[in-house]
């Protein structure tokens, strides 16, 4: 079969040989020496089973009637695999074997159709869910089989409950168990005892091929064919309600993953020793920002993937400890990630998610060892996922806007697009759509306007890379983007939130009304000044006094509040807010917190003598050193800490007497780029998906590929004094005078010679050449497959024969 395609690939045209390269990529890596290697791999198991994956359910139903009719040479006909799909449309099995023929799944000429030997390797062994032929099976059931009438008389007398088993084994699988052993006057027995059924080991049984294709008479050969996807029965909702609903879930994921990175902020996450967050870690990360836990570690997973987390060491310890903790915290990309507008955060999160090579549902499950699967581990790693994920969104972009199907409905669409790759990981392609929708990608069940700007901007980045490959010194500039131009899902989702607002409503009850999504400045502003009361299209804040004492801490004076509010609110400020600011700024620095361990010093000797006698302190262990200052063995942030639950309004000063202002410095974790490799392991690589195979390229394969066959084709015919024996040598070794004599002849005649040459390793190896010069103990000569000019040393050529 090897030699049969090998055949065939050789008469092809480079045109279609490129056709079959771009097809499947993975037969080109790495490229093979030849023709031979090629057919080889063809019909791997593993590349077979790659493009059977890609094939939908009516083609692979076709390929079973390609198996099913194969004659004794092992091929079949166009005129057969017809014969077989009788309810199909002619045009439609054309088609398909059209598909499995581009792919050479199929080949040969139409009257012998061969099929790749891999195929019945990755394949079940009952195609079409029919059994193997009876005189393979047993005598009686061939000797059965082989009177046609006989047949129908014994199928015909076969008991009800016996009938139900052969119908349900004729519609496949054909095989069963006996239960209990196949005890008599069982429907099981009857059948095996007149021959509809044939035992096989471990007390299964087998129904004949011939008996199945009997009692499908009324459906065909093949069973029930689908050469159609299934309908959708989907609920067509509001275009615009789609889109709305979309757009305000991509608020929320927006702010659900600042809120996450914050919490990282505040509390770096430590990253246990195999790798990922603990359990306990992200459940306190979902419970900051109000989440599930299943929906944090998506929004964490794809924070991390777009660069926003990342990980760096604790603070170093001491000499003669442990080496310091791996924590996960914001990167410096976040502090301008957080300045930029919603509509690009949630771009660069949703890109992040759908390129990734994570898959977040796996987190909380059990891996093979029974232990839990965190978040950001290495076992979450799935090369396919970003596969799985376009599928998926380019079936809803299918359909019409507004159309929303089921999950059911979406799962039974994609079995029938891609069975191999479906069935069994529907847990999967759930996950996905629950994903999309978290993120704001489906709204309402229905893809959004954004969303398909997403795969938009995603193909035309693949393109991109295209064109990279064909123009890599970028002298063509069709199809690029300007660098200062946002992607298209940044314009469309734009054009669907609200527009930012730079002002706020103040109440009497002193909560704060943000009618619409912060512009940023204002954002930065809010969360010093007020605390977070609830989110959403319209956001809302309170100022409390330890909101006041915050900002106050972080620099703000009286004053600066005072114009703050008025310049920000469209409404009055309430005289209960100015009151406030007043008041807490009337008692803020009039403790003042140093280190020794620490020291508190004030003017007022009486609130000195205050915080002294004051009980709730006594764990600081304060003493006077004079009537304004007190020391305590404990650090100042712990001495800050304290007074401020006390009640007390102490600020922290510096060893000249300076008040210390401005915000506490945060740490972040190093720079990097999306798609790193994850927490404790190098992300899996899919080398086929980062073939960039470009006509150019592919042409230039197949010549490559091509000049390896002729040198392997030419070797075959190699003359015996050049080509290699059993040994290490020649079959027939001439003289080195005569060897030499024949060379110098080529050379003055510019004629090919054959070479046999020994090298280093003592191996012989025989080489068609034109010779071009012999000088200082070295032939120069031209390869005549490569046409290149290789150097051999005379004491080991070993014969050398015209061509």
């Known amino acids: 079969m090897t030699t049969m395609l090998v055949d065939h690939l050789r008469s092809l045209p480079d045109e279609t040989l490129a056709a079959l390269l771009r097809m499947r990529p993975d037969l080109v890596v790495p490229v093979p020496s030849d023709l031979s290697a090629l057919a080889l791999r063809a019909q791997s198991r593993m590349s077979i089973a790659r493009v059977l994956d890609g094939f939908d359910r009516f083609t692979l139903e076709i390929l079973d009637a390609a198996r099913l009719s194969r004659g004794q040479s092992g091929t079949t006909s166009l005129e057969a695999i017809f014969a077989l799909a009788t309810a199909a449309d002619h045009d439609a099995v054309r088609a398909a074997i059209g598909r499995l023929r581009a792919r050479f799944v199929l080949y040969g000429p139409e009257h012998a159709l061969s099929v790749a030997t891999g195929v019945d390797e990755v394949s079940s062994p009952y195609p079409a869910g029919l059994g193997r032929p009876a005189d393979l099976l047993d005598p009686a059931a061939a000797e059965l089989v082989a009177d046609p009438a006989r047949l129908r008389r014994t199928v015909l007398a076969a008991p009800p409950p016996a009938r139900a088993v052969l119908d349900r084994l004729a519609a496949g699988p054909p095989v069963g168990t006996l239960a209990g052993g196949g005890d008599a006057g069982s429907p ?9 059924l044939v035992p096989v080991p471990n007390l299964g049984f087998e129904l004949p091929r011939e008996v199945g294709l009997l009692l499908r008479r009324d459906t065909g050969p093949l069973g029930p064919v689908h050469p159609a996807p299934p309908g959708l029965d989907a609920a067509a909702r509001e275009p615009k309600a789609v889109d709305s609903a979309g757009a305000g879930q991509a608020m929320d994921a927006v702010r659900h993953a600042e809120s996450l990175l914050l919490a ?90 759908l390129t990734m090579t994570r898959q977040p549902g796996l987190v909380g499950q059990r891996d093979e060892r029974d232990r839990p699967i965190t978040v950001l581990a290495p076992e979450v790693e799935r090369s396919g996922a970003p596969a799985t994920r376009r599928t998926v969104l380019a079936l809803l972009g299918a359909q019409s806007p507004g159309v929303a199907p089921t999950p059911d409905e ?12 479906t069935r069994g990981r529907e847990g999967t392609y759930r996950e996905v759509l629950t994903e999309a929708a978290l993120l704001g990608v489906t709204g309402l069940g229905a893809l959004t306007a954004q969303g398909r700007a997403l795969l938009a901007d995603d193909a035309a980045e693949l393109g991109h890379d295209q064109r990279a490959a064909a123009d890599p010194l970028g002298t063509r500039a069709e199809g690029v983007r300007a660098p200062d131009d946002p992607p298209t899902a940044v314009k469309v989702l734009d054009a669907l939130l609200p527009a930012p607002v730079d002002h706020f409503l103040l109440q009497a009850d002193l909560s704060v009304v943000v009618p619409g999504p912060p512009e940023p400045e204002l954002a930065s502003e809010l969360e010093v000044v007020a605390e977070p009361e609830s989110a959403g299209g319209a956001s809302v804040y309170r100022v409390t006094p330890e909101a006041v004492r915050h900002a106050l801490d972080t620099g703000y004076a009286a004053d600066d509040l005072h114009a703050l509010f008025r310049r920000r609110s469209r409404t009055p400020v309430p005289q209960a807010l100015t009151y406030l600011i007043d008041d807490v700024a009337r008692r803020h620095g009039g403790l003042r917190v140093g280190s020794t361990g620490s020291y508190l010093r004030s003017e007022d000797e009486a609130l000195i003598a205050e915080v002294l006698a004051d009980r709730r302190l006594s764990g600081l262990t304060l003493r006077k050193l004079a009537p304004t200052v007190l020391v305590t063995p404990l650090a100042s942030g712990r001495l800050l800490q304290e007074l401020r639950e006390a009640g007390y ?28 490799a994850r927490l404790g392991a190098a992300g899996a690589v899919d080398a086929i998906a980062g073939v960039q195979l470009t006509q150019p390229r592919l042409l230039g394969i197949v010549e490559q590929i091509r000049r390896g066959d002729a040198a392997v084709r030419a070797s075959r015919r190699a003359p015996a004094a050049v080509r290699p024996g059993n040994g290490s040598g020649p079959v027939a070794v001439q003289t080195h005078t005569q060897a030499l004599a024949v060379l110098q002849q080529a050379i003055r005649d510019k004629a090919l010679v054959w070479v046999g040459y020994v090298d280093a390793h003592g191996s012989t190896t025989s080489r068609l050449v034109r010779p071009v010069s012999i000088g200082a103990g070295y032939l120069r000569a031209e390869d005549e497959r490569t046409e290149m000019l290789h150097t051999f040393a005379l004491h080991r050529i070993s014969a050398a024969v015209l061509d």
Do not use: C, K, M
């Open 264 to 353: 990282l902020e505040a509390e770096p996450a430590t990253v246990l020793r195999s790798g990922g967050l603990g359990v306990r870690e992200l459940r306190r990360l979902a419970r900051a920002a109000g989440l599930e836990e299943a929906a944090a570690a998506t929004l964490l997973e794809a924070a991390y993937a777009a660069g926003l987390a990342g990980e760096a060491d604790a603070h170093a310890a001491p000499i003669g400890r442990p080496a310091p903790e791996t924590q996960v915290l914001p990167t410096a990309r976040f502090d301008a990630w957080r300045a930029s507008s919603i509509a690009r955060r949630w771009t660069d999160l949703a890109a992040a998610w």
């Open 188 to 196: 099981v027995r009857w059948l095996v005892d007149n021959a509809l």
């Open 410 to 421: 979406l799962l039974a669409l994609l079995d029938w697009e891609a069975p191999r790759r």
């Open 649 to 676: 309004a102490p600020v922290p000063e510096d060893a000249t007497g300076a008040t210390v202002r401005g915000r506490v410095r945060v740490r972040r974790a190093p720079a990097r780029s999306s798609g790193l």
